[in-house]
């Protein structure tokens, strides 16, 4: 089953007490693409996240991106992909200024909330700069880290 439908929740997934994970399978394609993972927190090991971004993108030789995968953790009960602005990426280059692609509109799938860490609306915003600079980050090559 897709990682996605297997988490549930903060410490919570599918798997029934009775069964065991044994693997979990990562499309070749994957290691043929760019990644960068950025994360927003107070200090950079040991806290719980303010937001944090995974940006993965296939790209042809032609520079032309062929397949994004984008996530966002910390601002849900569990992490979200951004399908709509995914698709908003195929085809275009990944060159230097790809991150203006994504707008608000693209976060729909994000339920952020108010804490001691950061308010809903800070989350959000957080979580669009983020998506923005890894998209430049894997345009520029670069392989990410804290924001």
Sequence with gaps: MPLGDFITGNRRTLRDPSELV?????????????STFLKLGARRYLVISIAMIAVNLLTRADGAIAAARIAVGSCSAVAKRLPVLEAALIGRKAVAGIGAVAAVSHLGPLA?????????DYRRDAALTLVRRALEACAAGDGGGMA
């Design 22 to 34: 044994t693997a979990i399978l990562v499309p070749y394609e994957l290691a043929q693409s760019r």
């Design 112 to 120: 952020p909330i108010d804490d001691l860490r950061a308010s809903a």
